[in-house]
């Protein structure tokens, strides 16, 4: 493997691991924290030991993602030293100040964990609080630093290199509001339909458990919600990306050429040697209404780009645009149904059918979340910086990188299937009868 | 040559977090080494006292190592590119072992279940926790023996740099200081005697192991890093320093003999740290001899005054919250009723 793809390869497969489990870490803790919160102004245990449970889903997700995040602050460095040198007084500040709020998180998680009988409850809860706060903070900031990628400001180039350096500006670049409010609600959609998917899998078989009622209540209201919202924060990113990176935009669509009336693919595979969109339903001047909301408006095709700038490979971006659009749209449709049957039954558990689709969809976000990071990352490719520095000039010297790739290829896989078996063990499986209190099942 | 006041503050930011990080992640290393040695009768005990101290605490010591990094390469981005390049493998190494150690306590402590497992992760923590400091030793050992080719950009030999007896002694080094701080502090973990002695041997051992060590890290950097040895000989501040260091190192030890635990944990906190800053100082002003020292590898005064902003004002924050994280887990309980040396009982207040 050429050293370019597997340097490209490894760091795709580290942040595909890493996003799952910093998704999580980010959402987790706000799950656990509303049961445990519920538990306090009910006094039900059934969410108590929800709170615990989930706590301890929460304690390996987040171990995981820590140390597949330290891994990845020292990528940027192993794979990419070049970028690194060129943009660190720049984005060190969106680094620096994800540093501080993950610092929190882990200190206040250590006494959310371990210190159930060792401070006072309101103090406990409140660390809970503090720990999804600063997760979620912390996801922030280091999209803002993806986001620079996108669209780099903070600096002017005189001979390749940057002067009149501002880091400040750097924090608040022109897609830094929309991709971090993007992948913010995806991560709280992405969790709460893989919570809610596999406690509803549990209920379908164990019905009237309240252990996976009181789950599934939580979770889907908090996916949902999401889900909801996350359509138009879709609409809005799409609309940024057209402005501020119009030949993204056009492969995201496998518009090769641009004009008005631009049609709106739904699949399809590009063809980028025959420059056309095989196989695709087109919805004819829907991008420009979408786009410009007038079905004149020009819309940029990849023809007006020099093919050397297209990102490759051209089908992987267009195909997870597809993929990233469909799963947000079925999660809404979902989110929608359940909301329809709140208001008029007042639940949803006498709905066989929005449960076991709850569970087909289960994986939609996570789905979503892996193909929305393929529409951006690949997308932005073949640059590093955007239009400043090329991936391949930023490409550490060091050879026989198809080594590394394999070895933290096996070594995540490793982790996950384990992690995936001790999820299974000690949270999803229903609690027996010793750990359900008598008074709560009889609610 | 006066050093700006942000470039200052920003260096000191690095060295304390630096020395905060192997004050406590280092110890949490050396956890994990007294774990793989445990023996004896009470072996058991020792691991699952070993468990109870590192699992509040251990991802947030290892946060500190995040913040150097980040430190780095935001006030030094050249210097951090250098490292990358150069230590490549090492680093690759270093990060397994991290993903390992930390991966395995996790597993171990939340797995639940059947024994053999816990076992198996107890196992990989443990030979992860003996790995990783030799590596990150390496590196540092790398880093001050001037190993870092000068131009990074063009070198092709990834391997001989390191392989030095200097590195590998250094890597040892960080080894014993670790195992040796671990030692020293879970003799203040535990209210069982035999099991407090079982570490206050296992302190005296590696502080000893210590010394010993560092009689053949000088050595070696005598006959083969000059430039670090002119570092640590001949300048104004660094033989009060070693004085002083070796003051701690001795009072340390004999802290332990006479079970002044409480004072063998700060005496030999300041010894470490002292060794730590004893490199620094000699190395003064060079991140990477002889080519990028603080002032050619800083990144431009707007972004160091603005670091220096978010690291004071980060402080503000993260500082009492560390501060109280440890209160909760590492101080002993005021009102410990008289029946509480059995730890069942100690664990479930």
């Known amino acids: 493997m050429p050293n370019i793809l597997a340097a490209r390869s490894q760091m795709a497969m580290s942040l595909a691991f890493h996003i799952i489990f910093s998704c999580i870490g980010i959402a987790m803790p706000l799950l656990m924290v509303v049961a445990e919160w519920l538990h306090r102004r009910t006094g039900d245990q059934v969410y108590l030991l929800l709170a615990r449970r989930w706590a301890t889903g929460t304690a390996i997700m987040f171990a995981v993602g820590a140390v597949s995040g330290t891994v990845l602050s020292f990528e940027l460095g192993l794979l990419w030293p070049h970028f690194m040198k060129w943009s660190g007084a720049i984005i060190g500040m969106p680094f620096s100040l994800e540093g501080f709020a993950f610092f929190t998180e882990a200190i206040f998680l250590g006494i959310y964990l371990y210190g159930w009988d060792r401070v006072a409850p309101r103090a406990h809860l409140v660390a809970g609080f503090i720990v999804a706060f600063s997760g979620m903070i912390s996801g922030v900031f280091v999209v803002i630093a993806n986001s620079w990628m996108n669209t780099p400001v903070g600096f002017r180039l005189v001979n390749g290199l940057p002067v009149d350096i501002d880091p400040i500006a750097s924090l608040t670049n022109p897609a830094a509001l929309h991709e971090t409010v993007h992948m913010t609600i995806a991560a709280y959609a992405a969790t709460g339909f893989v919570v809610a998917g596999i406690h509803a899998a549990m209920w379908l078989r164990d019905r009237g458990n309240l252990f996976h009622q009181r789950a599934i209540a939580i979770a889907f209201a908090i996916g949902a919600i999401a889900a909801v919202l996350q359509p138009l924060s879709g609409d809005a990113s799409a609309r940024a990306v057209a402005r501020l990176q119009p030949l993204k935009m056009a492969a995201f669509e496998g518009l090769f050429k641009g004009g008005p009336h631009a049609p709106l693919a739904i699949g399809g595979i590009p063809d980028v040697k025959d420059r056309k969109l095989d196989y695709a339903i087109e919805l004819p001047s829907m991008l420009s209404i979408m786009t410009g909301h007038n079905p004149d408006a020009v819309i940029r095709g990849l023809d007006s780009f020099p093919e050397r700038n297209w990102p490759a490979p051209m089908i992987a971006v267009h195909l997870a645009f597809q993929i990233m659009v469909g799963a947000g749209f079925a999660m809404a449709g979902l989110a929608m149904w359940g909301a329809l049957l709140i208001v008029r039954r007042r639940t949803i558990f006498d709905s066989i059918w929005l449960l076991r689709t709850m569970v087909a969809a289960a994986p939609l976000g996570l789905i979503a979340v892996e193909a929305g990071w393929v529409v951006t990352e690949v997308g932005r490719q073949p640059w590093i910086i955007y239009g400043v520095m090329r991936t391949a000039d930023a490409l550490t010297p060091m050879p026989g990188l198809t080594v590394t790739f394999v070895l933290f290829s096996a070594l995540y896989l490793f982790l996950g299937v384990t992690v995936v078996y001790l999820l299974w063990r000690q949270v999803i499986l229903s609690p027996t009868r010793a750990e359900v209190p008598v008074q709560a099942a009889a609610l | ?349």
């Open chain 2, 1 to 349: 040559m006066t050093i700006p006041f942000a470039l200052f503050f920003v260096c000191g930011a690095l060295l304390v977090a630096l020395t905060i990080y192997v004050l406590t992640g280092g110890a949490d290393y050396g956890g994990g080494v007294w774990d793989l040695l445990a023996a004896g009768p009470r072996a058991a005990a020792q691991r699952d006292l070993i468990e109870r101290a590192l699992g509040p605490v251990w991802e947030a010591d290892h946060v500190w190592l995040i913040l150097v990094v980040v430190i780095l390469f935001d006030a030094f981005p050249p210097a951090f590119a250098a490292i990358m390049i150069a230590m490549h493998v090492p680093i690759t190494l270093m990060l397994v072992g991290i993903v390992l150690r930390g991966s395995a306590f996790s597993f171990r402590s939340y797995g639940g279940g059947r024994d053999r497992a816990q076992r198996e992760w107890g196992r990989l923590f443990s030979i992860a926790s003996l790995v990783t400091p030799v590596l990150l030793g390496v590196i540092i050992g790398a880093i001050a023996s001037g190993s870092i080719p000068k131009d990074p950009r063009h070198i092709t030999d990834f391997l001989l740099p390191w392989m030095t007896p200097v590195c590998f002694a250094v890597g040892l080094f960080a080894l014993a200081l670790f195992a040796y701080l671990a030692a020293v502090y879970l003799t203040l973990e535990t209210d069982d005697a035999a099991l407090r002695d079982d570490f206050r041997l296992r302190a005296i051992a590696a502080g000893i192991a210590v010394g010993a060590i560092a009689g053949l890290v000088l050595l070696l950097a005598h006959r083969e890093a000059p430039g670090i040895w002119a570092g640590l000989t001949q300048r104004v501040w660094t033989w009060p320093l070693i004085w002083l260091n070796g003051i701690l190192a001795l009072a340390a030890l004999y802290a332990l003999w006479a079970r002044r635990f409480a004072v063998a944990r700060v005496c030999a906190a300041g010894h470490v740290a002292l060794v730590l800053w004893g490199w620094a100082f000699a190395q003064f002003p060079f991140l990477i001899e002889p080519d990028l020292d603080i002032y050619n590898a800083a990144a431009p005064p707007i972004t160091l005054k603005i670091l220096a902003g978010a690291l004071a004002a980060g402080a503000l924050i993260l500082l009492p919250s560390y501060r109280y994280l440890l209160k909760v887990f590492k101080s002993r309980p005021k009102h410990r009723p008289l029946s509480a040396d059995s730890p069942v009982e100690r664990h479930s207040q």
